[in-house]
């Protein structure tokens, strides 16, 4: 293991060091590796080398040689080489107290790059640090991230609830999350429009299908507003809710009507909830059970209805 | 500790050895979230790199005298390696969630997100977290209750609860886990440790009693099926396969139609019929029967509700 680490870091050395790119036979004298007698072996180690180096994140890139028909091998410094962000040590010490946060230590390699050469944070004695632990593990995919900055066109399978599985070519301007669910924001060729994809219902490989910066996204997009569904799809309800489900109603910004003699006798509520996106609000809705009865609009009555009556037939025993 | 591990802390080693010059072992093993014995490994191995190369003896020079190490001849790796784009997305994801969770509270670590992310070129609009705005969680007085070591109640609606119940805790921590909020805390009814989800909770009030200190690592046993749990089996559609994030499963088996078969054991019939429920018909249980008549019931009841003339209770 050692000497393949050793190797990985020399070859990286080799090809930064160098200002024109370096033939196989180049690197090979340069390194003194893959100089095995199998040439074929040689060479496949040399390439498995190569992109377990890219999947790190060191850029070798493959290039013409001036003036010979070969390729070589060479890694930009530019794009290599972290840019000194200048922190301020107040800066630092906050990152490192963002850290301190965080369950899992995956970012402690990246904590170290972007602080390498950053003065060395303030002993973290804060209090905030207290009662809180932050856990991530959904991350999209990380050739999304990469054509997002890299800004490449991708193309995948993409399905939806509600048809057949189709192939989209999309300029990804952004990534968004919202709660748990990760989501691509960008310009769909084949729908002639920008458009929101879940980035779960995205199925088998995403394609990259352009050299880099092929696009320019618009200089404002509105991550919130392009997540959301459209504006119709939003629904003014009314109904009832027993008195014990009523805090579910308020903690989602809904409102109760004042208590009147008739609920005070029947034991219902009246409330008003505003901005209901059924995709999202139906199954806390439906999770209410005969706690909450929805009186308009007509549709998400009848909506309900179809669904307990579906329940009710699936898991009625007909004996 | 993957090869790809090693070689990405030897090339980052580097330049923030070249910026210490004589860092003792065990500052750099913190600072690199390894032991001091790795970094020692790292350091031999280290010193063997570098190439002799064309232009001649430019063999790195590391030097430890104890316990301090300082690295010469090693301008290649002056900088340091540049994150991939999902580290880089991660870091500025955990930067603004603890942002988020501790209220910006701290200005330079807005700063220093602002720096980060327009060093590795992710502007807020390429990636960002959309905050949730329908949900109105009782963040800020939890976490003031958890610094000030207060005692809190609330009403929350639990695993096994038919209705949401009264609830009187000593608040521990609060989690953020992919988005998604919970407290931590010790529950002075059932006398132990437990999860609740923040979105589920109301009418939180602080009480004036001082909360006590208690071990997080054991505060919350993980879930160990019992021999008196119920073996639930439930057909899975595939528009309601986001049910599988929230179960524990034993067995998984997908058949010929797409659909999953999947099976679980627990304790908490009541929870399984709410999710089930929250399937909108997408998820069918299979059995025990008692789940099944569980939700027949419940979708029975509701149905009256709306169709006060037909009596579907009576035909469960």
Redo the contacts between chains.
Sequence with gaps: ??Q???R???V???L??TRRPLSFTQLQQ???YYTGQDHDAARRMFERDKD??R????PITTEPIPYSDDFGYIISRK??????????R??????A???E??TS?????????????AP?PDFVT???S?????????????VL??A???RVTVTFTYQT?HAEPSVRSVDP????????RWYLIGFDHGRDAIRAFRVDRIIGTINTDSERGAFV?PD?????NE?RPPADEFVTLTGVV?E??A??I????GTIDPITPDSIQTGWLSFTLL?VDLL?D???L??C???L?VTSPQHV?DT??E??????N????SA | MS??????????LV??L???PGAHVNEIAE???STPEQIR?DLA??D???????RGGDLFDVTIINDRATIDLAD??R?????????????V???D???V??ND??P??A??SL??RA????PP????????D???HPLTVL?DA??AQQQVSF?Y?GRNDE??KQRHVD??????????WYLEAFDHDRNEGRLFHT??I??VSVLHARATDHDLASLIPAYQPQADDAQVELTITK?GQWIL?HLVLAEQTTTADGNITARLATDALPYIA?L??????KV??TAP?KL??M??T??????????PLTD?KA??
Excluded at chain 1, 314 to 317: F, Y
Excluded at chain 2, 48 to 54: E, K, N, S
Excluded at chain 2, 298 to 307: C, E, K, S
Aim: hydrophobic fraction near 45%; include cysteine.
């Design positions: 293991m050692s393949k680490t050793e990985l870091v020399n990286t050395i080799a930064l060091e340069k390194t003194g377990d180096l999947s790190m994140g060191v794009e290599y080489e972290l840019p000194d962000p200048a922190f301020t107040e800066e630092i010490t906050a990152l107290l963002a850290q946060h965080a230590s995956d970012v402690g390699l990246t904590f170290a790059k972007i602080a390498a050469r060395d804060s209090t905030h207290v009662g809180l632990r932050i856990t991530h593990s959904l991350y999209p995919p990380e991230a990469a997002v900055v890299d609830p301007y952004a990534l968004a999350r919202r709660r748990s996204p404002e997009l509105d991550l919130a997540i027993s014990p489900f805090t579910r308020v903690s989602r910004g901005d999202r139906l199954p806390w439906l999770e059970g005969d706690q009865r009555v309900i209805c669904t307990l009556t579906q329940l009710l699936d898991h009625r025993d | 090869a790809a591990d090693d070689v990405q802390r030897m090339l980052v330049p923030w070249l910026e210490r600072a690199f979230h490994k191995l280290l063997f790199c570098g190439l002799p190369g064309l290649e790796l900088r340091p390696l540049k994150p991939t784009p999902s580290e880089a997305v991660r870091m994801l955990l930067i969630a603890v942002r969770a501790l509270t701290v330079a670590l700063s220093a720096k980060l060093m590795l070129a992710l609009e390429r990636f960002g977290v959309v905050a949730d329908t949900f109105d976490r958890i610094s009403t609606l209705v949401p608040p521990v921590c609060i989690h953020v886990m992919d988005g998604n979105d589920r109301t009418d528009p994030d709410r089930v429920l929250m399937a909108r018909g069918r249980v029967p099944r008549d939700i027949a419940l979708a029975a009841n509701a149905l009256a509700g709306y169709n579907s035909d469960v």
